[in-house]
């Protein structure tokens, strides 16, 4: 099974401020990592696949990076909406696996 | 544009069985894998089980295997989760949730509670 952790758990961040969550990956999964974002009461829904994809209708100010084991999600100018748990996916081999989440809370 | 409904959680004694239903409206039921993803209270996603679009290939996660079975009807644009020997610890949201074109999760349903408790 690939073990997904990610850092850090919980982010107090001001609007307009850069956000920058990672995702480590237990051993390579190429480009097979995604990321979700889940609001209270909500289902997760999907901003980036393939590590690097913008999924359709996400705002730009998300965006991926990263290959291997190690990869990156970052919101350029956090805005008061992007209150919200984001986890990491990886798709490379069953069980598919997710990260525990980071929490980012606006200040 | 695909909505997935699921429907059949509840209170269940441990030990009881539970089906899950997840019904799906857009297009193209057939032509796609769907996967079931549960998430205890405060915690982070859990696979559960997949899938394949015609039925004939099927996958559980370790800590359901022997226990839980995925099933679909095509004809009736319907997705099933069969859980029997329920335990506590699989208390939580179970949701439904299709691919997109390629190995991630494009569509999420609303999600059904399951709470295993005496």
């Known amino acids: 099974e690939i073990l997904l952790t990610q850092s850090p758990g919980f982010q107090s961040v001001s609007p307009k401020e850069r956000v920058t969550i990672t995702c480590r990956a237990s051993?390579?999964?190429?480009?097979?990592l995604h990321w979700y974002q889940q609001k209270p009461g909500q289902s997760p829904k999907l901003l980036i696949k393939y590590a690097t994809e913008s999924f359709s209708g996400v705002p730009s100010r998300f965006s991926g990076s990263g290959s291997g084991t190690d990869f990156t999600l970052t919101i350029s100018s956090l805005e008061a909406e992007d209150a919200a748990t984001y986890y990491c996916?990886?798709?490379?081999?069953?069980?598919?696996?997710f990260g525990q989440g980071t929490k980012v809370d606006i200040k | 544009q695909v909505q997935l409904v699921e429907s059949g959680g509840g209170v269940v004694q441990p030990g009881r069985s539970l089906r899950l239903s997840c019904s799906a409206s857009?297009?193209?039921?057939?032509?796609?894998?769907f996967h079931w993803v549960r998430q205890a209270p405060g915690k982070g996603p859990e696979w559960v089980a997949v899938i394949s679009s015609n039925g004939n290939n099927k996958d559980v996660a370790d800590s359901v295997r022997g226990r839980f079975t995925v099933s679909r009807d095509n004809s009736k644009d319907t997705l099933y989760l069969e859980m029997n020997s329920l335990r506590r610890e699989d208390t939580a949201v179970y949701y439904c949730?299709?691919?997109?074109?390629?190995?991630?999760?494009?569509?999420w349903g609303q999600g059904t509670l399951v709470i295993v408790s005496s």
């Open positions: 051993q390579s999964i190429g480009y097979n």
């Open positions: 857009g297009n193209s039921f057939r032509n796609y894998a």
């Open positions: 949730a299709r691919v997109g074109y390629g190995d991630y999760l494009e569509y």
């Open positions: 996916h990886q798709s490379m081999s069953l069980p598919w696996t």
